[in-house]
């Protein structure tokens, strides 16, 4: 939907000054906070934070909270977006060459951060890794159930460390990670840069609203995400409405099972899950399922299912 003619001046307001001009090629970028804003922009945090007031009211950026931060990305209405890479596009590159550089030390501290981060909860990882059959087979049947595209547009929700973006990215024109932790996120930047996956955004996001538009996406993809959640249908009704006519949606989890120390041990909400009940929520979504990939443990352990669903070619195409 476009602006009304006020609704464009005040977003041209809001980007007319040099500052919000270097803020707005620095969020085309990355996610930033005040304070990695301030130091790339060598400018108090108050200050910088006045401008990011402005540019928030005129509809051009958004705020978003993560735990005592607040962070601030470049806002997901197409109009806003199509606004910003206009005034971008005619911007001289050359005169944000130190931002840029500072941006790039922001993210080897992040980076840094991140890899401590890792190193710490990796061997919860590895734990349940054990339960289940070799992670290669599981990749395989990922990549025969997702197709070889290519993909217009593939989301990734709960992207966590971003390996489904380095798995299946290489196959999308255009590829989206959402997840509720920056130091996930810090971990998924840097796996993607290492693979030299292109054309990946990484967002702050929460699964159950998502904030993207309607049937965008011709691959929808929830790995490893679903047990975590107290209302897994409203988690797949959401990345359901991702799903664009002819789309599909791959989620990976594990059937149901009953070891309760995932409960205590690794905060699963759920103990896995049956076809009945992901076939049912996959139906309301109007989505149409196929039967299950079912991959058994080598031996007693956590069966991984990949369920996969489409939205019929004919349905009615959103646009919301």
């Known amino acids: 939907m476009n602006w009304t003619a006020d609704q464009t001046i005040e977003a041209l307001r809001g980007a007319g000054e040099p500052t919000r001009l270097r803020v707005l090629a620095l969020l085309a970028g990355d996610e930033l906070s005040v304070m990695e804003l301030s130091h790339i922009l060598d ?168 904030r993207l538009p309607s049937q965008s996406a011709d691959l929808v993809l929830v790995h490893q995400v679903l047990h975590y959640l107290a209302d897994p249908a409203t988690a797949i009704n959401e990345a359901a409405r991702l799903v664009m006519p002819g789309g599909k949606l791959l989620i990976i989890d594990f059937a149901r099972h009953d070891l309760e120390e995932l409960r205590e041990e690794h905060q699963h909400r759920r103990l896995g899950f049956t076809d009945a009940e992901i076939n049912g929520w996959l139906a309301d979504a109007g989505l149409r399922a196929s039967a299950p990939i079912a991959l058994p443990p080598d031996k007693d352990g956590l069966t991984v299912l990949i369920w996969t669903a489409v939205r019929p070619a004919d349905a009615k195409r959103s646009v919301a």
């Not at 890792?118 to 070799?134: G, K, M, N, T």
């Not at 990734?156 to 920056?182: I, K, W």
């Open 43 to 210: 400018q108090s945090q108050p200050r910088v934070s006045r401008h990011l007031k402005l540019m928030t009211e005129a509809g051009l950026i958004e705020r978003f909270p993560d735990g005592a931060r607040v962070y601030y990305r470049l806002s997901s209405d197409p109009t806003a977006r199509r606004l910003v890479d206009t005034v971008l596009d005619l911007l001289d590159d050359r005169s944000s060459e130190q931002d840029h550089r500072r941006l790039d030390e922001v993210r080897r501290d992040r980076e840094a951060a991140a890899e401590a981060y890792f190193e710490q909860v990796a061997p919860q990882w590895d734990r349940i890794r054990s339960l289940y059959v070799c992670e290669s087979a599981v990749e395989a049947a990922i990549e025969r159930a997702a197709g070889p595209g290519p993909f217009e547009r593939l989301v990734d929700l709960g992207t966590g460390s971003g390996r489904m973006l380095t798995l299946l990215g290489g196959r999308a024109r255009m590829a989206v990670g959402l997840d509720l932790s920056q130091n996930m996120l810090n971990i998924a930047r840097a796996k993607v840069a290492q693979a030299g996956v292109g054309k990946v955004e990484l967002r702050h996001g929460d699964i159950f609203a998502t």
